[in-house]
Structure formats: C-alpha cells, structure tokens
C-alpha cells in the first residue's frame, strides 16, 4: 500500500467539516495511518508551502494557513498520491468536478478545504512538518 498526505484547511475545520471530509475519503477507499489537529505556526506553514514563495497569493495564503485549527492525515491506498488526487478534485472548487471534496467542501480558491501532495516527496516534506517524522512511525 502506497500513502499520502491530506490536510484539512481552517476555514472547512471551523466549517464543521472534518467527519464529512473524513467520510469522503474512507469511502473512497483511504485508511488514515495517522490523523493530527494543531494550528500550523508561521514557520511550519512557510516550510510547508516553499515551492509557492513569492508568488501574490503567498502571504494571504500564510495568514489563512495559521489562522486555526487544521487535521493532517496519512492516508492509505493503492497508488494512494493519484488516487487522492481524483477525490479531492482541482485546486479552484469551480472547477473540481461534481462529488469531489472540493467541490462539495471547497468555497474559493485559498478556502478550498483541503490540500493533497502531489508527489512522494512532498509526501515525506509535509508529514515530516506536520507529525515531526516522514510517518513511517506513525500506526
Ligand atoms: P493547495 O493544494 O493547498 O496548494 C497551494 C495553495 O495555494 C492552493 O491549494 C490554493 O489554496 C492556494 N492558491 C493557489 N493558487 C492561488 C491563487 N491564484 N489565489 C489564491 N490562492 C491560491
């Protein structure tokens, strides 16, 4: 079983939209291998989304990242980074296609409830921001 990286972003937390999000992904198939809750600090949300310095919607998107309360999980599945992909559908909500948990949970661009990684090496960078490991430790 290959595993992957989801987060659930502050506005879909605040939301009440955890257990739906969590619903999705497990009858999409997803076993979470680990699941924390914390506020990102501005540092680990900085590590988190390097790749994305200096573009215009950075700071924003640093002050939405730390502003509350998200859920990380590693998740299960056969081809676990592709598939995770597909359910959670394309970055704009308006454009994710219909049962995606963007489209279902998303409401703009920045507040579009969840992030995926989108490689085994953004795998192992975010879990090991997020649980302070590369997971292999985690369940
Ligand atoms: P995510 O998959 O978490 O990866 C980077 C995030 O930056 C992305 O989802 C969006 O939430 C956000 N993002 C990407 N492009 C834009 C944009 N043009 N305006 C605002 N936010 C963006």
């Not at 497990?26 to 501005?42: C, H, N, P, Q, V």
């Not at 507040?111 to 995926?116: L, P």
């Amino acid at each position: 079983m290959d595993r992957t990286f989801l987060l659930i972003k502050p506005s879909a937390v605040s939301a009440g939209n955890v257990g739906g999000i969590i619903s999705c992904l497990e009858d999409a198939g997803f076993a979470i291998a680990a699941l924390t809750m914390k506020t990102m600090s501005r540092e680990e949300a900085a590590r988190f989304y390097d790749v994305h310095a200096g573009k215009e919607f950075y700071e924003p998107l640093m002050d939405y990242m730390t502003s509350g309360p998200t859920v990380g999980m590693l998740l299960e599945a056969e081809d676990a980074i592709a598939a995770l992909r597909r359910t959670v559908g394309a970055t704009d909500p308006a454009q994710a296609a219909e049962g995606t948990i963007r489209a279902r949970y998303g409401r703009t661009v920045r507040q579009n409830a969840v992030h995926a990684s989108d490689s085994p090496e953004r795998v192992e960078h975010e879990a090991d921001i997020y649980f302070g490991t590369d997971g292999t430790e985690a369940a």
